[in-house]
């Protein structure tokens, strides 16, 4: 049994790679780079990139909304994946919402510098206070 930090730590490598790749011409497929990630099915890892995926326009919308003087697309394409991977958790999931920043918070921790954890926890606790997140605590 994995732990959902992990597949959440793996959903990052995977849309890093993601975003990579898409600046390039270079074909690929997402279940691919999955299994690459990740050698057991995991359906939350699934759910957390496809989602990404699926919703990375409002997820881009409503990051650069709460976002001070910058967009996501200015961030480190890390730290656009933990943050639309938080995004998407908060918004779209039933995962609680002070899970869901706490666990945005952790992966900032492990991959990015100190003044990028404070941008994302700060933009994760604006949409927690400004957003409609369809009832969840």
Not at 66 to 86: H, P
Request: hydrophobic letters at 40%; one cysteine or more; proline letters at 1%.
């Amino acid at each position: 049994m994995r732990t959902r930090s992990l597949a959440r730590d793996i959903s990052v490598k995977v849309l890093y790679q993601v975003y990579i790749l898409n600046n390039t011409n270079v074909k690929y497929d997402v279940e691919t780079l999955i299994k690459e990630q990740s050698e057991i099915e995991d359906e939350f890892v699934n759910e957390l990139v496809f989602g990404v995926i699926k919703h990375q326009d409002e997820i881009v919308k409503i990051a650069n909304k709460y976002l001070k003087d910058w967009t996501i697309d200015r961030l480190s394409k890390v730290d656009k994946a933990i943050l639309s991977i938080g995004i998407y958790e908060l918004l779209y999931t039933k995962t609680p919402s002070i899970v869901c920043i706490n666990e945005t918070i952790e992966l900032a921790k492990n991959y990015s510098d100190n003044e990028v954890v404070g941008m994302i926890n700060a933009v994760m606790d604006a949409i927690y206070h400004n957003e409609d997140l369809n009832g969840k605590e």
